[in-house]
């Protein structure tokens, strides 16, 4: 395959992501090795990191990006099949700040693709689309490069967690990994700390063939509230197919959203660092912020997406992040990048330093009444225009509430809030709800259902 042949559809607004056999292949792979390198290369770095999940075609296609990278002069460490975090924690060890991972994420098994990071930054948005403009225009280094395989990586990610977290008491967990990469690291981890673990959906199998790993979707958490419920446990922790996001179910098998963990997390880092800011994206609760608030932070809300989280992190010097996909960044303690498993470790040791139940300790923060990310379909490249129109027409609409336009239009009133935004990955708005109590989340849902049929007639939020 000529570099010519790369599609640009593969390059997405926060990864490099295709389908195997038609959009991605090990060719493709090679040319993506060529251009992060050489992107890498004018940063000044010549040596990358590179994992991969438990996909079937995660092999091939990490080799052939190793090989891409040795032809543009980089060396590079392998360090074989690991969590996303992982390959994270190893450009810190090895103080390269660069390499790529490759992972479908929560994606179907026919999928995969690549998280890439040069010299400290997560590649987002212009980013990525730069490595394909790179790959079409034939600026690539040159060279002959080298490959170390690295196998002790995970033996030093597990040390320093544990140096760093220490549990004042053994809890009983349930860890569902739905058979993706983090099933093969999390409960050795959980173990060395301290827990008693039942495993569920453990092995690493890229055919997922127990449920989707994806902790933001209630059908795949079933099996874990089920498990929790009979078995006494403390906690049920879930993770994404490479484990990079965090499903929490408390001891009364209630799914913990990620927004109301971010609200325990953010007392317990601002009970050491008062006053610091707490990064949030749009979609979270309004109650988040007044937790913020309440513990003595800066609420910051920023636009979705963990790559932007993280820009705006660094941005801010905040000690903690987080979003409601489920992906947290702590900087406190830890290197500030987003990882489900260590993640997980902190609330442990949160709970476990607390005499109560985690259900009565959650039930401690404020919740309201909410729905799901709904998902309005429209044609092809038409999201943003609409997103200008919808824009417009809610400010002139809504003057008494307070509006934010950094990610779509959040539309906040006292007892709660709206938000349409467009998706970055699929022609969708992406539209939620949250209020007090059920009135008001009709009320405010019904405002919105007006706000979409002034701008386009026939757009309706699904049920």
């Known amino acids: 395959m000529s570099a010519a042949e790369v599609p640009a559809s593969i390059f997405r607004a926060y990864d490099i992501r295709g389908v195997v056999g038609k959009t991605l292949s090990a060719e493709v792979a090679y040319w993506v090795g060529r251009a992060v390198a050489s992107e890498a290369r004018d940063r000044g770095v010549e040596q990358l990191v590179v994992g991969r999940d438990g996909r079937h075609s995660s092999p091939e296609l990490a080799a052939a990006i190793a090989s891409g990278m040795n032809d543009s002069g980089c060396d590079v460490v392998d360090i074989g099949q690991a969590p996303t975090p992982i390959m994270y924690f190893a450009t810190h060890e090895l103080q390269t700040g660069s390499g790529i991972a490759v992972t479908g994420s929560h994606n179907p098994p026919d999928y995969n693709g690549m998280k890439v990071m040069i010299a400290g930054d997560t590649l987002s948005g212009k980013a990525i689309t730069d490595l394909y403009e790179r790959i079409r225009d034939g600026r690539l280094h040159t060279g002959s490069g080298k490959v170390e395989q690295r196998t002790d990586l995970v033996d030093l990610y597990i040390r320093r967690i544990c140096a ?5 008491r053994p809890l009983h967990l349930i860890l569902d990994a739905g058979n993706g990469v983090a099933g093969a690291i999390a409960p050795r981890l959980f173990r060395e700390l301290g827990c008693s673990v039942e495993e569920l959906y453990c092995d690493v199998d890229g055919d997922f063939p127990n449920h989707h790993p994806d902790p933001a979707e209630p059908e795949n958490l079933h099996t874990l509230i089920e498990r929790v ?15 990079d996001r965090l499903g929490v179910i408390d001891s009364q098998g209630k799914i913990i959203w990620p927004d109301r963990q971010l609200m ?6 601002l009970s050491r660092r008062p006053g610091e800011a ?12 007044r937790v913020i608030e309440a513990a003595g932070g800066q609420p910051q809300m920023s636009r979705t997406g963990h790559s932007l989280i993280k820009a705006t992190l660094r941005a801010s010097g905040a000690p903690l992040a987080g979003e409601m996909s489920g992906h947290t960044f702590f900087v406190e303690r830890w290197y500030g990048f987003d990882d489900g498993i260590y993640t997980g470790a902190r609330l442990i040791e949160i709970v476990a330093a607390d005499g109560r139940s985690s259900a009565e300790i959650f039930a401690e923060l404020p919740e309201g009444v909410s729905t799901p990310e709904l998902k309005v379909k429209v044609e092809e490249g038409e999201q943003q225009q609409l997103m ?5 027409e809610g400010e002139r ?4 509430a307070t509006i934010h336009t950094i990610d779509g239009i959040r539309v906040e009133w006292p007892d709660g ?3 349409i935004r467009a998706s970055n990955t699929t022609p969708v708005l992406v539209v939620r709800f949250e209020a007090n109590d059920d009135q008001g989340l009709a009320r405010i849902r019904g405002a919105f259902e007006e706000l979409l049929a002034s701008v386009k007639p026939g757009l309706e939020i699904p049920a």
């Open 388 to 392: 200008e129109a919808l824009i417009s």
């Open 397 to 400: 609409r809504f003057p008494e």
């Open 164 to 168: 760093d977290i220490r549990p004042q």
């Open 264 to 269: 325990l997390y953010a007392q317990d880092v």
């Open 417 to 419: 809030w709206g938000l």
């Open 229 to 243: 419920k009979s078995s006494g446990a403390d906690l049920g922790l879930a993770f994404d197919g490479d484990g």
């Open 278 to 289: 707490v990064v949030f994206d749009v979609k979270c609760s309004m109650h988040l912020a």
